[in-house]
Each structure stands twice: as C-alpha cells, then as structure tokens.
C-alpha cells in the first residue's frame, strides 16, 4: 500500500502552520513573484517567512515543496533560478517544477533536494513521466486532472517515480501549463505571470432588471438572475452562446470543485502516493477544516475502518461537486 | 535585396477536422500556389481524426515535395491514451520526412535525433531552448503568447546555438487543450461518442458572450482565440529579431493569397500598409489582432508607431 502523505496548501505561512498543525505531511508554496502559479496580491512568502515556515513545520515532522512551477519567459530566467538557489539554502525538501530551463539548472546546482514534476508540466502519458525521471532525476510526478483511475494505475506499472494526485478544491479544465485564456482577455499570463482570471480585472455589473454580470477585462463571463448568486469570473467556467446553444450554456464547465474522497481507496489500491489538496488562496479556517477531515479519512482507511466523509460534503455545502474525470471516461 | 528574401514561410497543421477531400484540395493548391517553403502536416489536436486522412499523407508528402516544398510531420499536443502514444512513437520513429514534437512523449521516444520543437512544447526562454538543442532540437517554434521583448532574448540564444526560429505569423491562436471534448459537449454528447461533429466547423465553433461579443472558438479539445493573430505589420522587427520561419496557420481563407502577400512584404514588393488592407480584405468577418506580440491582452490590435 502506498503511503498516501497528504500535500496541503499554503497560501500564507499562518495558513502553513494551520495545515501542518491539521495533520499534513507536507506543505507546498511559493515566493511572492511570477515563479509560482497563483501569483496573488497577498499570498505567499518572502524568504524570511518562508525559513521560519521550514522550520516550524520541519519541527513538526511536516515537509515543504516549494513550487517554482511557471515559465519564465526569455530573458527572466535569473529569477527563478535565485528562487531556487534560496529555496536550497531554507532548506525546502522539494521543487515543483515545470520548465525543462529551471528542471535543468535545479538537477545540476541542487542535486541533493528532490524534484517534483507540477501538474503544469501537462505530463499525461508514460512517455512524457520518463522523460523528465530520466533527464532531470523527477522523483515524483503530479498528474494532470484528466485521467481515469484505470489510466493511473497503469501509468503507475510503467513509471519509475512517485504520483501525486489532485483531490479536493478548485477543479481546472485546461490542461495546466498550456492555457493562455487569461492572457487572450487580460494581457496576464498564467504559464510566465502565474496569474488565472486576475481580480484586479474582475468587474460585477448590476443592470436595471436586478440582473448581473460578471466581466473579465470587460468580457461578459457569465450573467446571473436577480435571485441566483453571482459567481466569480474565469474564463473556463463562464457561460457562452454557440450556433447549437443559442440559450446560453456552460461551454467548458459547470463551476463545480473536484471533491474525490469518496475514491480515496481506489487511488491508493492504484498506487497513489500522495494526494493534493487545492487552495493556497483560500482561508485558514478553510484549511484547517479540509486538512482534518482528509486527514481522518486516510488514515482511517489506512487502518482498514471505513471513512466518514460527511464533513467534506459540509465543507462544500450550496456548491457542485464532481469527481471529473477520474470517475469515467464520459466527462470527456 | 532585403534580408527579410531569406526568411522562410511555413504553412502549419490544420488544425480542423477538414474532410479528406478538402484537404487533398487544399495541399493541391498550396503546391501548385502559395509561396510558402515549408509545409507541416500531420493530426496535433485529435488521434480520433487521424484515420481519416493519414492514408493521404504520401501522396500528399510527394505532391508537396514535387513542387519544391520541405514537408514536416508534427505529432499530437496531447498524448494520453494508447492510440495516441502510438502515433507519438511511430512518427518519432521516422527519418524521413522532418519531424516536429509537440509532446514530451515525443521528446522521450526520440531520444537524441534531430528533431523540432512544436508551439505546444513550451520552449519560453533560452535555458531551456539550450537544454532541447543539446538533446538533439535543430529547431524551435516559440509559444504564441510570447512578448517581443521574450521573443528576441529566446532568438538570439537559439540562433546561437545553430537553431532555425519559427513563431505564428497569421491564424487562430492556440489558447488551450482539454481531455474534454468541447464540441462533443455542444452537442450533448462525450468524446468517445462525438460522430466527428467538428467536421461542421472548418474555421472552429464560434463562442460569444452573452452579450454577444465574439470571443473564442472551440476546435474539438482545443480552445483557439476568435481573432486571427495579424503579424504582417511586424514582419520586419519580428526578422530582425532573427526569427528565420514565419508560420501562418490554416484557416477557412484564401490561404494562397495569405501567404503571397506576407511573402510580397518579405520580399519588399509590396507596401506594408497596402499588403496589411488586402489581409484585412481577404479575412473579412474576422478580427484581426496582435496583443500577445505586443505583451498585451491577447485580442487586441496594436497600431505600430510610424517610422521617425
């Protein structure tokens, strides 16, 4: 059986002690720059939060993966190579990387900390995993939101590194590290900006009917009746019109977070390793409460007793769930 | 004679799901026709599609290669199930004709031979321009949402390095991919059961706000921009820069005379501005935009400042 280490999110270093005080084995975050994707106005850590974060949880027996996981465009690769030289020095115990340039510089100047290969690699099939195992030494690998249980199972027989897999929270569509929709509409990029769908470009218009509208960058999203309640503006979940859905429809996805903990024993028969949890932009009372039920829960099924998963569905209460495409091939 | 004669101008994949018969026509044409030197073939968005027209690809490649075109077979941007791992390999198999990779599972199965690098491979900057050329890359095709500024940092590094440098001049801008088939979705159905329902649109399904601002279009699991990406008023900079490959991607347009006035402009016989109206002409419905050159929102048209 695998270890099954949860990997909790940590958008501030109170949210980091939160999550390790919860129960996480490990705990991932960012600088508060352009070389981690969820580059937010308030998130993330200046390198003396970040040392005494490392200490704290190293203290605790919880780990740190820091995610260096953008692209730096031509030009500005020195800062994400300074990311990672003072991430070595904190004493991080893991990158999350995608850049083959930053995966290169990493596997030669900082060959003692582990690399892990981010879900913005987009590495989705046996092949692509091995490439970066064998070039860059990827110890393991966080597996895009597209596959099925049967398909992780069997990438797990073909690859010689760990998998990590999403399991709650915010629920992507795109394939992650080749989506420019932000930037088509905002002139941010998610893949070199580490930014999805900007607050700074979100704009909520009430018109004279009690109806709303939520615009991106001036861009119509979505548009909500004067009883419904109004949702926040990305792209891939807003409401468009096509020739065959003149009434308006949900073209990519409804706005529903992936919720799989009703298949956490069927991921870790599969050979899962670890299980991610989505929402370093969300709050500590947020965290603490997801990190304790999961934590419950796998260690509960770890000891052979059946988990109760009813604290989960509370946390998501009044939203749509779905287990995307881990379930069936028919989200496809 | 301005340097601009040698840049070399390149017709992508298509993108769509265009019938068998249109695309014999198509490359008919493009042999017989268009100015272009290089020609990319090849299914990169759906394996689904591929059986209806790869047993055209050699006469395709040798109708081609007749008129004097250096034909390059490109591979899938996403590689998941077994089918696609497949084509993935038998194409990294090949030596002749040129191949370009668009999946890291390219990259693994060819190991250190010659090859390209696809847009969709994420080549942003020179480290990793420099790691690909040392396992083998002889030349790169930059991402499409990539800044001038970006652009002429990634050129000067690959073009060092011995590296040809392509970017997309004309056409859709490839903005996502999904393991979701959207317009299977549009149509109530799943991917696996789709009927080849994209084959309806040869320029993508028009998405519009609901206050019907044209936005996207949907291209089965590809997500491109509404508006062409117009590059021909920066062709000069963009050479300059020392890109030596102009891409221009297949849309349901005069592709022949796309391709001769961005080649009229390289070869200094026509004006820019006049070239630019007739481009205009040619793509009339659609917008036509330059954002993502100038580090701006992807959409947008950008004027030029006029020469001092």
């Known amino acids: 059986m695998s270890l099954a280490e949860l990997i909790c999110p940590a958008g501030t270093p109170a949210a980091l002690r939160t999550a390790v005080d919860a129960g996480a084995d490990a705990v991932y975050c960012g600088f508060q720059d352009a070389t981690n994707a969820r580059n937010f106005p308030g998130l993330n850590f200046t390198p003396d939060e970040l040392a005494a974060s490392v200490a704290y949880a190293h203290a605790k027996g919880a780990k740190v993966l820091l995610a260096l996981n953008t692209y730096p465009p031509a030009g500005k690769v020195d800062l994400w190579r300074q990311a990672a030289d003072t991430g070595a020095r904190l004493g991080v115990d893991a990158f999350i990387v995608a850049d083959m340039g930053v995966a290169d510089y990493i596997a030669r100047t900082h060959p003692a900390v582990r690399l892990h290969l981010s879900v913005q690699a987009a590495a989705s099939s046996p092949e692509a995993i091995r490439y970066y195992c064998e070039n860059f030494g990827v110890r393991r690998v966080v597996l895009p939101r597209i596959l099925t249980i049967p398909e992780i199972r069997q990438i797990r027989a073909e690859i010689p590194c760990e998998i990590e897999t999403f399991i709650f929270g915010n629920h992507g569509l795109m394939v992650e590290g080749r989506c420019s929709l932000t930037n088509y509409l905002t002139g941010q990029s998610t893949n070199m900006d580490g930014v999805c769908s900007p607050a700074s470009d979100v704009d909520y218009a009430r018109h004279a009917d009690g109806s709303m509208s939520s615009q991106l960058a001036g861009f119509t999203i979505d548009c909500f009746g004067p009883d419904e309640k109004a949702g926040y503006p990305t792209i891939c979940k807003g409401r468009y019109t096509a020739p065959h859905r003149p009434e308006g429809y949900y073209a990519f996805e409804e706005p529903v977070s992936l919720n799989l903990s009703r298949l956490l024993p069927e991921l870790i028969d599969a050979g899962v390793h670890a299980f991610k949890i989505e929402g370093r932009q969300r709050s500590k009372s947020y965290v603490r409460g997801v990190v304790r039920a999961f934590r419950k829960a796998v260690d509960d099924i770890r000891a052979g007793r059946e988990a109760n998963m009813a604290d989960l569905v509370a946390l998501t209460e009044g939203q749509k769930q779905t287990q995307g495409a881990f379930e069936t091939k028919k989200w496809r | ?308």
């Not at chain 2, 695309?23 to 030197?37: G, N, Q, T």
């Not at chain 2, 390999?89 to 690098?117: Q, T």
């Not at chain 2, 083998?136 to 060092?160: F, M, Q, S």
């Not at chain 2, 001049?169 to 789709?194: I, Q």
Request: glycine share 8%; charged share 20%.
């Open chain 2, 1 to 308: 004679m301005a340097v601009t004669a040698m840049t070399k101008l390149t017709l992508g994949p298509i993108a769509y799901h265009w019938s068998a018969e249109a695309r014999r026509d198509f490359y008919a044409r493009i042999a017989d026709e268009a100015p272009v030197d290089e020609v990319y073939l090849g299914e990169v968005i759906c394996s689904k599609r591929a059986p209806f027209h790869e047993a055209d690809l050699p006469a395709t490649i040798e109708r081609l290669e007749a008129a004097g075109k250096t034909v390059i077979l490109s591979t899938l941007a996403e590689v998941m199930l077994k089918r696609e791992r497949k084509a993935t390999a038998d194409i990294a198999a090949m030596d002749a004709p040129e191949i370009e990779i668009n999946n890291a599972a390219g990259l693994y199965e060819r190991g250190h031979r010659s090859h390209r690098i696809g847009p969709f491979m994420n080549a942003y900057n020179e480290a990793t321009i420099a790691w690909m050329a040392g396992q083998g890359a002889t030349h790169v095709c930059l991402p499409a949402e990539l800044p001038a500024e970006a652009i002429a940092v990634a050129t000067g590094a690959a073009r060092a390095l011995g590296l040809g440098v392509e970017m997309q001049v004309f056409g859709r801008a490839p903005l996502a991919v999904s393991a979701r088939c959207y317009h299977a979705r549009a149509h109530g159905r799943t991917k696996d059961n789709c009927q080849f329902v994209c084959e309806e649109d040869p320029d993508g399904m028009p998405l519009r706000t609901r206050d019907n601002r044209p936005v996207l279009r949907v291209n089965g699991i590809q997500t491109q921009s509404e508006s062409y990406v117009d590059l021909l008023p920066e062709t000069a900079q963009i050479v300059a820069a020392g890109v030596t490959h102009l891409r221009l991607m297949p849309q349901a347009v005069d592709m022949v005379g796309v391709a001769g006035l961005f080649r009229a402009v390289l070869d200094g016989t026509l004006a820019v501005p006049e070239a630019d109206a007739r481009l205009a002409a040619l793509c009339e419905g659609t917008d036509l935009s330059n954002g993502f050159y100038h580090g701006a929102a992807g959409y947008r048209r950008i004027a030029l400042a006029a020469p001092a």
